[in-house]
């Protein structure tokens, strides 16, 4: 059965980095693709940034583009997430999400990021 | 500001039809996708690829679309279909994703 079992919750302070971790279970980790998701209190989803485990390809959304890493540890099925330069507005959810077939029957495509990790809440104070 | 546009708030009578809907470019060259997720849980695909339903939703579940926009249908909506509602897709780089702002589906 598919799980993803993210790290515990962080309190962090301003100016400081964060790095959460995602680990994958019950599918072909090397086959798959990660993104990372989360949501202030009360807010919308916001997408940061994706994986593709294979190859370790990653893009991130522009917003974060000069702040976030993401990573993979093939040797322990876990994806990272690193978040630098924090500030109070980063205090929020965050979620990884896996597509575990991206690459299924000879081709890597998208197919649906339906497993979910149970999500990480990370608190920037000072 | 995200690329994909949702109405804030929707609401239907129990056992009517609702549909919500989610507008951006992208979503002319893109699939959309759709999430629900209720308070305090982390979201659930319920459409992707425009139209399929994942395993295990129920078929009161379905997708469509049409130029910009893309719309998820509830036939017969539950209590517990109460939810907010995201959609997703591509962005217009179509190398990154983006959330619509949600869609709040109270069931009257």
């Known amino acids: 059965q598919m799980q993803l079992v993210q790290s515990g919750p962080e309190v962090k302070k301003p100016g400081t980095s964060m790095k959460v971790s995602c680990k994958a279970s019950?599918?072909?980790?090397?086959?798959?693709?990660m993104q990372w998701v989360r949501q202030a209190r009360g807010q919308r989803l916001e997408w940061i940034g994706w994986?593709?485990?294979?190859?370790?390809?990653?893009d991130y959304a522009q917003m974060f583009q000069e702040r976030v890493t993401i990573t993979r540890d093939m040797s322990t099925s876990t994806v990272y997430m690193d978040l630098s330069s924090l500030r109070s507005e980063d205090t929020a959810l965050y979620y990884c999400?896996?597509?575990?077939?991206?690459?299924?029957?000879?081709?890597?495509?998208?197919?649906?990021?339906?497993?979910w990790g149970q999500g990480t809440l990370v608190t920037v104070s000072s | 500001s995200s690329e994909l546009t949702q109405d804030p708030a929707v609401s239907v009578a129990l056992g009517q039809t609702v549909r919500i809907t989610c507008q951006g470019d992208s979503l002319r060259s893109y699939y959309g996708g759709w999430y629900q997720q209720k308070p305090g849980q982390a979201p659930i695909l319920v459409i992707y690829?425009?139209?399929t339903r994942p395993s295990g939703i129920p078929d009161r579940f379905s997708g469509s679309s049409s130029g910009n926009t893309t719309s998820l249908t509830i036939a017969g909506a539950q209590a517990e279909d109460e939810a907010d509602y995201y959609c997703n897709s591509r962005d217009s780089s179509g190398y990154r994703w983006v959330f619509g702002g949600g869609t709040k589906l109270t069931v009257l």
């Open positions: 019950g599918f072909t980790f090397s086959n798959s693709a």
């Open positions: 690829d425009k139209d």
């Open positions: 994986i593709v485990v294979g190859s370790g390809n990653t």
């Open positions: 999400a896996a597509d575990p077939q991206y690459c299924s029957g000879g081709s890597c495509y998208v197919r649906k990021f339906d497993s």
